[in-house]
Each structure stands twice: as structure tokens, then as C-alpha cells.
């Protein structure tokens, strides 16, 4: 959509960014409009030759727990989004929190329909993979019969969405009677 293309053009702006990878559809307008960015057009294909991907660790330098880990933009409900630095330090003090009060394992496996752009997702993404769990990526909210079946599956343990995800669920599928055997349900972005 053109708001997400102003989004996206807005933090590139903000961040200075030099390069910027992404879908040929995006690279168009991108690079049109953001002076300063070198666009990349890619179809984001895995790399399958690992050895040829692997880093050389006596180059790398181990950043500082103090250091910038991330810029993570907010929502702009009230205006342009702002970008938040957040340290290693924060991400870790998050991320171990969650896992301790969900009591995350390697045996969880969460269904995720959150972006991971933003800070909930991010945060969802990080917990998991911290803990060992597995994500599932889910289908878009545009299909919440699928969400709502998929949720059933033994294998889901968790799942987290934003007020309007619940609301999506509850008045469009028969999520409330189904029951899911879920572990966990996690819930922010508003009250519900």
C-alpha cells in the first residue's frame, strides 16, 4: 500500500540508511524517492550452500551489551514514527523476562501472525528463539478460519495478537468453542 511505501521511505529517511534490500515491487519506489539509498531488488532466495555462508568469527567483533542492537520504529498513531534505539541490554533484559514468566522451552512452538517489524513481534520472535521454541508462521488475519484451525493443531502451544486479532477471531470463526489447547496466550497493543 501506498501508506506502507511513506512508512517505510520515512524511517530510511530518518536512519540515513545507505542500502536497502528488498522486493523488486518496493525497490521501484524506493529508490525514486529516497536520494541517499542504494536499492537492492531481491526475492530474498536461501542460501543453501552453508559453508559458503559461514562467517569468519575472528573477524567479528563482540559488541557491548551497552551498544545500540537496533532502531525499532513506532507505530506513529500520533505522527511519524519515532525510532527508538534499544540497547543488547534491553533486548536481553526483555527477552529473559519473557521467558521466565511464560515459562518458554524448547518444547513450545508459538503460532505467529505478528509482523516482526514492530516491537511485539520482534519481541514474540526473540523470546522464542531464545528459549528454543519454534515459531510457525501463520496465515494473514485476512483468513482467520485458517488462523482459527491452525490454533487447534497439538503441536501449537502459544499464540499472540494485538485487541483487534482476539476481536477478528471471536466474531468471524468459532475460536471461542473450539477451545485450543494452547499453553499460552499473549495479548498487548491495547486493552481488550
Known amino acids: 500500500s501506498q501508506s506502507a511505501v511513506r512508512e517505510v521511505q520515512h524511517i530510511l529517511d530518518f536512519s540515513q540508511a545507505k542500502l536497502a534490500i528488498t522486493k523488486n515491487n518496493l525497490a521501484i519506489n524506493l529508490e525514486n524517492s529516497v536520494q541517499h539509498l542504494k536499492v537492492e531488488a531481491n526475492e530474498f532466495e536461501l542460501l543453501l550452500d552453508t559453508e559458503a555462508a559461514k562467517p569468519d568469527l575472528d573477524q567479528w567483533v563482540i559488541p557491548a551489551v551497552e551498544h545500540n542492537a537496533l532502531i525499532l520504529f513506532t507505530s506513529g498513531t500520533t505522527g511519524d514514527p519515532k525510532g527508538v534505539m534499544l540497547s543488547h541490554s534491553n533486548l536481553l533484559a526483555n527477552t529473559q523476562s519473557i521467558v521466565q514468566y511464560l515459562s518458554l522451552s524448547a518444547t513450545d512452538?508459538?503460532?505467529c501472525v505478528l509482523p516482526f517489524t514492530y516491537s511485539y513481534g520482534n519481541s514474540v520472535l526473540q523470546t522464542h528463539i531464545y528459549a528454543g521454541a519454534s515459531i510457525?508462521?501463520?496465515?494473514?488475519?485476512?483468513y482467520p478460519k485458517l488462523i482459527a484451525e491452525d490454533l487447534n493443531k497439538a503441536s501449537i502451544t502459544g499464540f499472540s495478537g494485538v485487541p483487534s486479532?482476539?476481536?477478528?477471531?471471536?466474531?468471524?470463526?468459532?475460536?471461542?468453542k473450539i477451545h485450543p489447547q494452547l499453553r499460552y496466550i499473549t495479548q498487548a497493543g491495547g486493552s481488550m
Do not use: E, R, V
Open 165 to 176: 486479532t482476539f476481536q477478528i477471531l471471536l466474531h468471524k470463526t468459532s475460536f471461542a
Open 109 to 111: 512452538c508459538t503460532y
Open 136 to 142: 510457525c508462521l501463520g496465515q494473514s488475519m485476512l
